[in-house]
C-alpha cells in the first residue's frame, strides 16, 4: 500500500526558508518518479517540481523557479523540498505526490498534505 508522509511545514516571515520532506513506503521508490504539489483553496492544484527516479533531472514551474529545489534519497524513501525567498504567495498545502510513470500511471498517489504559511 502506497503511504506518503508529509512534514516540515509551518509559518514564516516573507523571505525565509523552510525545507519540506516527504517519507515513502509501500512501493518501489526508486522505480517511481515524484514531485511536489500545493493548493490554495478555491484555487486547482499546481505542480511546482517534480524528478525523475535517478535525481539527475528536475523540473519547476516558473512561480517557484530558482527559490525551490526538490531532491530525493532513494536509499531512505524521501523526497525533499529546499524552500527559499518565501512570499505570501507560496502560502498553500503542500502535498508530494507518486507514480509508476514509466508504465504511464502519472501522479495518481498524494499525502495527506503539509501547510505552509508565509506572513509578509
Known amino acids: 500500500q502506497v503511504k506518503l508522509v508529509e512534514s516540515g511545514g509551518g509559518t514564516v516571515q516573507a523571505g525565509g526558508s523552510l525545507r519540506l520532506s516527504c517519507a515513502a513506503s509501500?512501493?518501489?521508490?526508486?522505480?517511481?518518479?515524484t514531485a511536489w504539489f500545493r493548493q490554495v483553496p478555491g484555487k486547482e492544484r499546481e505542480r511546482v517540481a517534480d524528478i525523475v527516479v535517478g535525481g539527475d533531472i528536475t523540473r519547476y514551474s516558473d512561480s517557484v523557479k530558482g527559490r525551490f529545489a526538490i531532491s530525493r534519497d532513494n536509499a531512505n524513501y524521501m523526497l525533499y523540498l529546499q524552500m527559499n525567498s518565501l512570499t505570501p504567495e507560496d502560502t498553500a498545502i503542500y502535498y508530494c505526490a507518486t507514480g509508476d510513470c514509466a508504465r504511464g500511471e502519472g501522479y495518481v498517489y498524494y499525502g495527506q498534505g503539509t501547510q505552509v504559511n508565509v506572513s509578509s
Open positions: 509501500g512501493f518501489p521508490f526508486r522505480r517511481y518518479c
